[in-house]
């Protein structure tokens, strides 16, 4: 992994790129070795997963998370799970990275657990009433939670009691970007 960069596109598909052999080639546009085309819209976020160096989530305009791991042949159907709108943020939870997060253009925020593919969130909340652009969690406090929006706020939010019927709790609010 420590040689494969991933991009996603408008496009709708997610490449691997090998940036060793783009070295030894010289190449300065990269030697592309995978596309994944199971999204249908525009791919609009993809992060690796903290622990699982083989998973990569991806979050698109399809309204759609899906996870695939690379190892895999690309002919092979990613894990997918539905979503309330369309996605802005993808992230795994770094303290728990069996969970990840998705935040859509509709200022949702839903936590999804990786191992369970096509099942509904975890838990939902309505973190901004506009897009959340946002979602960054503390690497150093485990359960803190940064999102931000185009409604020009950013909120810390405790992850850490959230689950079906218990929303997150907003921590800290700051209204003046």
């Keep these: ?14 490449k691997l790129w ?8 010289a190449s300065s546009s990269g030697v592309c070795v995978q596309t994944y085309t ?7 976020s993809i992060a690796w997963n903290p622990t699982e160096p083989a998973l990569l989530l991806s979050g698109g305009f399809d309204k759609r998370a899906c996870i695939v791991d690379v190892r895999a042949a690309p002919t092979v159907e990613a894990a997918s799970w539905a979503l309330s709108g369309d996605t802005e943020v993808a992230r795994w939870n770094p303290h728990a990275p069996q969970f990840f997060f998705i935040a859509t253009d509709n200022g949702a925020v839903s936590c999804f657990d990786a191992r369970q593919a096509g099942s509904g969130a975890l838990y939902s909340w309505n973190a901004h009433p506009k897009d959340t652009t ?6 150093l406090v485990p359960h803190m939670l940064l ?6 706020t950013l909120k810390l939010w405790d992850v ?8 997150p709790s907003c921590v800290f609010t700051h209204d003046s970007l």
Excluded: G, M, Y
Aim: proline share 2%; with cysteine; charged share 20%.
């Design 147 to 152: 999102t931000a929006s185009t409604d020009k």
């Design 1 to 14: 992994r420590q040689h494969i960069l991933a991009s996603s596109s408008a496009d709708c598909t997610i």
């Design 18 to 25: 090998d940036i060793a052999a783009s070295i030894d080639a």
């Design 38 to 44: 199971h999204h249908t819209d525009k791919v609009q």
């Design 160 to 167: 850490a009691e959230a689950n079906s019927t218990e929303q």
């Design 134 to 139: 946002v979602l960054e969690f503390n690497p």
